[in-house]
């Protein structure tokens, strides 16, 4: 019957009452009888009556929604974070939009435009691998919009953080190798400009220096995806002195370094242990399956949005927080030495 959005005039005008009255009507308000408010709710209904979000956002000064800026959606881990990131802001009212950097700094800096233009009340981020200059961020923060890292966060701005116990889990993971007998341990690494990658290198040199291994640093390899592993553990495999494990950075980059480990000719884990990063799907899917460590990235996402609607609502005004996530290794088939 309506070809446009219908709006309170057009309720108050059919019903011959005011549209302050429609208004009240909808929001319950106990001054309205209970004859008006049925008359109101039940004509909203019918014509399909949606709330002006513009205007709402307008007059509250709130949008109601997150905005969230991700490295990749497809990425296991981040996939479940932004689970728990939309779980608790669908419940909390709020909607979300998300914004993928695909790990390159200029469509970072354009999904910060992008959000800001979208006059989003908050904004969480996840940088890219190659980020080094935070300025845009800095903007954010500028404008006055709460902003909350996760995961993958920038030391040098002021504000509320989530990450993961990387320094912990990698410790874990290299502890782990060196019990079941291995000797020889390469970490293939992640970009050290990352604090992720810094403190997963920290853990493994930890695990050495605890266990009294020698540090070699030729056993520490910036490699951090499939496509790295095939070009760099080839090589490893065909030194004199060969390593008899490999602690990676990610998932990922394991699987693909197991499947080169096995194409040429050694048993994981008999001839070589192999521990990932993140403890996701492919580590279930992998032959044997992976040991990994499980990051949680669920509870990331939920603990990144809690933050973030409490600066919203003002429901404490304290120094920023940095939540830590604990980690937990996931022995699984590529480390089960008979």
């Known amino acids: 019957m309506h070809n446009r959005q219908i709006t309170i005039k057009d309720i108050a005008k059919e019903l011959g009452i005011s549209p302050s009255t429609v208004s009240k009507a909808l929001k ?6 209970s004859s008006t408010k049925k008359s109101v709710k039940d004509l909203a209904e019918k014509w399909n009556y949606k709330p002006d ?3 709402l956002s307008l007059k509250s000064g709130l949008s109601r ?3 969230v800026i991700v490295p990749e959606i497809v990425h296991y881990f981040f996939s479940t974070v932004i689970s728990g990131i939309e779980d608790l802001a669908y419940d909390s009212g709020y909607t979300v939009m998300f914004c993928q950097s695909s790990e390159l700094y200029e469509r970072e ?18 940088v890219t691998k190659v980020t080094e200059n935070f300025d845009h961020f800095r903007r954010i923060k500028n404008n006055g919009i709460p902003l909350v890292f996760f995961d993958r966060i920038c030391d040098d701005i002021d504000t509320d953080k989530v990450i993961v116990d990387d320094e912990i889990g990698a410790y874990e993971a290299v502890n782990h190798l060196i019990k079941i007998g291995c000797k020889n341990i390469i970490h293939l690494s992640g970009p050290p400009t990352l604090n992720i990658g810094k403190n997963r290198k920290d853990g493994y040199l930890r695990a050495l220096r605890e266990n009294n291994l020698p540090l070699n640093e030729n056993n520490i390899i910036r490699c951090d995806s499939m496509e790295n592993a095939t070009l760099v553990v080839p090589g490893l495999l065909k030194r004199i002195t060969r390593p008899d494990g490999f602690f ?7 699987a693909a370094t197991m499947k080169i480990i096995m194409n040429f000719g050694y048993n994981v884990p008999d001839d070589i242990a192999v521990v990932g990063f993140t403890s996701g799907m492919i ?5 044997p399956t992976l040991t990994s460590v499980e990051q949680h ?4 996402g939920k603990e990144a949005v809690r933050l973030l609607i409490a600066r919203l609502e003002k429901r404490f005004d304290l120094p920023f927080q940095t939540k830590i996530i604990k980690t937990e290794l996931v022995i699984k088939g590529s480390t089960l030495r008979l």
């Not at 319950?28 to 009888?33: A, E, L």
């Not at 990676?248 to 394991?254: E, F, I, Q, R, S």
């Not at 990235?297 to 990331?300: D, E, T």
């Open 65 to 67: 929604t997150i905005g």
């Open 53 to 55: 979000q513009i205007a």
């Open 248 to 254: 990676a950075v990610n998932d990922l980059t394991a």
């Open 28 to 33: 319950g308000h106990r001054d309205i009888s």
């Open 283 to 287: 580590s279930d899917i992998t032959n």
């Open 109 to 126: 800096v354009k999904a910060v435009e992008t959000l800001l233009s979208s006059r989003v009340d908050g904004i969480l981020v996840s």
């Open 297 to 300: 990235g669920y509870l990331v």
